[in-house]
């Protein structure tokens, strides 16, 4: 069974602060690892999609990496509007369609 | 393009009424799906249509029924709503088995 587990559960970080949140996976042989972005009353944001590991994908202040166990979000100098909830989900192999999603890490950004 | 819409926004259904969610894709996507978001938990897959014509039970599937009624529309039946149903519905597509892509949700409370 596909795993997700994501750390810190919440990060609080200051205006510039740079930082970086973890997600943990395993499963059977990867298809993707995919990172997502969810504002509070919100559906989740597609940000990212990573297929192996090594590969790594920017976007503005975010940068999404991948080795065979985690991915890592990192956040440089962060802006309040940064502040959100990010999502990292897995697929498997053997599950063409099916994501298996972690609790997710609630950041904020004091100004 | 709008994306993933969901109707309604909101709901308020007592134990055992039985109530619809509308789902809306105009991306031209194949596979579309429905997931629970709970808190303390990651998003859950309830149902998904990998292609027109086709419907598959996800982890949670018990109480719910779906009905993948064209191209562009997939819809969430709970035929006798539950206190347990109380959650946030996403609905989302994707082309094949890649990205996601999710709708803003529908807020579902069951007394």
């Known amino acids: 069974e596909d795993q997700v587990t994501q750390s810190p559960e919440a990060l609080r970080l200051q205006e510039g602060e740079s930082s970086s949140l973890n997600c943990s996976y395993t499963?059977?042989?990867?298809?993707?690892l995919f990172w997502y972005r969810q504002d509070p009353g919100k559906g989740p944001e597609f940000l990212f999609t990573?297929?192996?590991a090594g590969e790594e994908k920017e976007k503005e202040r975010l940068k999404a990496t991948l080795t065979k166990k985690e991915s890592f979000l990192h956040i440089t100098a962060p802006k309040p509007e940064d502040s959100a909830t990010y999502l990292c989900?897995?697929?498997?192999?053997?599950?063409?369609?099916?994501?298996?999603f972690g609790k997710g890490t609630l950041l904020t950004v004091n100004p | 393009n709008a994306g993933v819409t969901q109707t309604p926004k909101f709901q308020v259904l007592k134990t055992g009424q039985s109530m619809t969610l509308q789902c809306a894709q105009d991306?031209?996507?194949?596979?579309m799906y429905w997931y629970r978001q709970d808190p303390g938990m990651g998003l859950r897959l309830i149902y998904y249509?990998?292609?027109?014509?086709?419907?598959d039970k996800g982890e949670v599937p018990n109480g719910y029924n779906v009905s993948r009624l064209n191209k562009r529309e997939f819809s969430l039946r709970l035929e006798s709503a539950a206190p347990s149903q109380t959650s946030v519905y996403f609905c989302?597509?994707?082309?094949?088995?890649?990205?996601?892509?999710f709708g803003p949700g529908t807020r579902l409370t069951v007394l």
């Open positions: 989302a597509s994707s082309a094949s088995t890649d990205t996601q892509y």
């Open positions: 499963v059977s042989g990867l298809r993707g």
């Open positions: 990573l297929y192996s």
């Open positions: 989900a897995v697929q498997g192999l053997g599950s063409n369609y099916k994501l298996t």
């Open positions: 991306m031209n996507h194949n596979s």
């Open positions: 249509s990998a292609s027109e014509g086709t419907t």
